[in-house]
């Protein structure tokens, strides 16, 4: 009896240290950022749509008068619309729509459980839905690490997605996270067994094999939708971009900043951040 205590301890431990990981970085994440278009005197219009499975999800429409080219903005996880409202006035100022939401689970939308890319898939969908009803031809995406994930799992399954924009989408889930875990001081040792163990959990808690939507499994499923990649070459939740990159089919271009580390391209070079993304979407939206 004793012998097999000991046995199952460390097990069991591993486990609850799994579930834990799991409940804390699918758990709901609250609205920490309150920022408005108005901060920009930009018109807006604070909307609402659903998901295919019911859920209501916040979103802010930034309507350009004339146009039917809209970008719709996807954010980091942890994040909401508000953290990335001062990405919309530079994409107005070209001529496009904008549309933000806060995705499931996040800010002021419904949900309680995160799930990486794998049914936010069905937000972009919803939110693209939505543009379309109001008469919007040409769409792109502009996803931002968390944000990045959704939009490449996305677009294989949209139509309605005429380009994408990912800066700093992880390669795999399990890199990701084996990086966030290390930034938690967690041994480099444990962090891949760690981050395998936690997607595992996550998986059995969804009903669905998460292993299944990373990044480099689907990118290559875009095609024939344009996908422009921006890279920090010291992102340490994609050290791995090479085979990102190479999974990816054409058409595909990327932008590889030295010493540049995760989703920093608009704050070190801003100027020429909006140039190259406004430039992208001029040519394929």
């Not at 979103?59 to 903005?73: F, H, L, Q």
């Not at 939110?127 to 994930?149: N, W």
Request: charged residues 20%; glycine residues 8%.
């Amino acid at each position: 009896m004793n012998a097999r205590f000991w046995l199952l301890l460390p097990i069991g431990l591993i486990l609850v240290v799994g579930l834990v990981t799991s409940i804390y970085l699918t758990n709901r994440q609250p609205r920490t950022s309150f920022h408005s278009p108005a901060e920009y005197s930009l018109e807006f219009e604070e909307t609402t749509f659903k998901t295919k499975d019911g859920l209501l999800l916040q979103g802010c429409w930034i309507p350009a008068p004339g146009s039917d080219r809209a970008v719709i903005i996807l954010h980091g996880h942890g994040g909401s619309l508000d953290w990335d409202i001062h990405r919309a006035p530079a994409l107005h100022a070209a001529g496009f729509n904008v549309f933000l939401f806060d995705f499931r689970a996040h800010g002021r939308s419904q949900g309680h459980l995160a799930t990486f890319g794998y049914l936010e898939r069905q937000d972009v969908q919803g939110a693209v839905e939505l543009l379309t009803d109001r008469g919007m031809k040409r769409i792109g995406l502009l996803g931002f690490s968390y944000g990045g994930i959704a939009s490449m799992l996305a677009a294989p399954i949209c139509a309605d997605i005429h380009a994408v924009v990912t800066d700093g989408g992880p390669t795999r889930l399990r890199t990701a996270l084996a990086a966030r875990a290390i930034e938690l001081q967690v041994p480099h040792w444990l962090a891949d067994p760690l981050a395998w163990l936690t997607i595992a959990i996550s998986s059995l808690r969804l009903g669905e094999n998460l292993f299944l939507y990373e990044p480099v499994r689907w990118v290559g499923k875009i095609t024939p939708c344009p996908i422009f990649f921006i890279h920090g070459e010291r992102d340490q939740y994609c050290p791995d971009f090479d085979e990102l990159y190479a999974a990816a089919s054409e058409p595909k271009e990327a932008w590889r900043l030295d010493g540049v580390g995760h989703t920093k391209a608009s704050e070190v070079s801003p100027e020429e951040f909006y140039r190259r993304v406004i430039s992208f979407y001029n040519k394929n939206l």
